[in-house]
């Protein structure tokens, strides 16, 4: 039974940094891509930035293109995201996610995510 556990969420001042941490487990993920999506107050969830667990490779979202980062670490089967020079519009539950054989042109779409985490709160203050 595949399992995605998230931490690190909190409360930061604008301008400041968290990093949010995916613990996956129940098999092995070689073929799934890791996406990260984030729920606002009165908004739709909408996804943040996504990367292969084989090869590496990352996709973002425009609004966070060059502030945040998602890596991961094959071993420990975690994944992370790191977010940096926050903003009071990042606030949101953000969602850990897993999607077996993914094609990149559909990165976004949460419903090709089959697992998901119940997801911390990011809180930024103004």
């Known amino acids: 039974q595949v399992q995605l556990v998230e931490s690190g969420g909190g409360l930061v001042q604008t301008g400041g940094s968290l990093r949010l941490s995916c613990a996956a487990s129940g098999r092995t993920f070689s073929d799934y891509t890791m996406g990260w999506f984030r729920q606002a107050p009165g908004k739709e969830r909408e996804v943040v930035s996504a990367i292969r667990w084989s090869g590496g490779s990352t996709r973002y979202t425009d609004s966070v293109k060059g502030r945040f980062t998602v890596s991961k670490d094959t071993a420990k089967k975690m994944v992370y995201l790191q977010m940096n020079s926050l903003k009071p519009e990042d606030t949101a539950v953000y969602y850990c996610?897993?999607?077996?054989?993914?094609?990149?042109?559909?990165?976004?779409?949460?419903?090709?995510?089959?697992?998901w985490g119940k997801g911390p709160l990011v809180t930024v203050s103004s």
């Open positions: 996610a897993a999607g077996a054989r993914l094609m990149w042109s559909t990165f976004d779409h949460e419903t090709r995510y089959e697992h």
